[in-house]
């Protein structure tokens, strides 16, 4: 069975840095790339970043581009996104997703960004 | 990156069909078969839907279909049933190697 367990979210002040996790398991994590995704509390789906199997290529949504980090550790079967200069705009429900078309999901780790 | 543009709500009675568009530019929908659906109940993860604008995960009812038309993608459920009401939003892949989501759209079963 597929698993996508985040954790790290918390609360952060503005300004502030914070790094999620994805622990995956039940399939071939190095085979599949991985999203994250984010949700504003009652507002829709922003899609955030994606990396390859790999890890040699990433992508980012303009809106977090150059304050946030994706990377994976596909011998821990892990994926991360480092975020710096948190924006209280970047308050959301994170969530990680598995391959080109987010055929899996985890449950999501809550980022509150208030002073 | 502007949000792929779907209506804020689309109702139906039980059995009845519905179909919901996904409208985006030549950029993304129109120049890519990488258009997705997901559902999202209240409370939780998004379930992926349709991929690659018609393909069905396995698991999926064949009362949910996908297709496209230049610009504009489509969700069509048939047979709706009270299980349906959630919120769908579509997603695509666009020229900038990035990804795009829908602004989502509220079914109800009425």
């Known amino acids: 069975e597929v698993q996508l367990v985040e954790s790290g979210g918390g609360l952060v002040q503005p300004g502030g840095s914070l790094r999620l996790s994805c622990a995956a398991s039940g399939f071939t994590f190095s085979s599949y790339w991985m999203h994250w995704v984010r949700q504003a509390p009652g507002k829709g789906l922003v899609w955030v970043s994606r990396i390859n199997s790999d890890g040699s290529s990433t992508s980012y949504a303009d809106s977090v581009k150059g304050r946030f980090t994706i990377s994976r550790d596909n011998a821990k079967n892990t994926l991360y996104l480092q975020m710096n200069s948190l924006r209280a705009e970047d308050t959301a429900v994170y969530y990680c997703?598995?391959?080109?078309?987010?055929?899996?999901w985890g449950q999501g780790t809550l980022v509150t960004v208030s002073s | 990156q502007s949000a792929l543009t779907q209506p804020a709500s689309v109702s139906g009675s039980p059995g009845q069909s519905i179909t919901i568009s996904c409208t985006g530019t030549?950029?993304?929908?129109?120049?890519?078969?990488?258009v997705s659906w997901y559902q999202q109940h209240p409370g939780k993860a998004p379930k992926l839907m349709i991929y690659d604008v018609s393909k069905r995960p396995s698991g999926v009812s064949n009362r949910f279909s996908g297709s496209k038309s230049g610009n504009t993608a489509s969700l069509t459920i048939s047979g709706l049933q009270a299980e349906d009401e959630a919120d769908y939003y579509c997603?695509?892949?666009?020229?900038?190697?990035?990804?795009?989501f829908g602004t989502g759209t509220k079914v109800t079963v009425l």
């Open positions: 030549s950029s993304d929908v129109g120049g890519y078969n990488y």
């Open positions: 997703a598995r391959g080109r078309s987010g055929g899996d």
């Open positions: 997603s695509s892949y666009t020229s900038s190697s990035t990804y795009v």
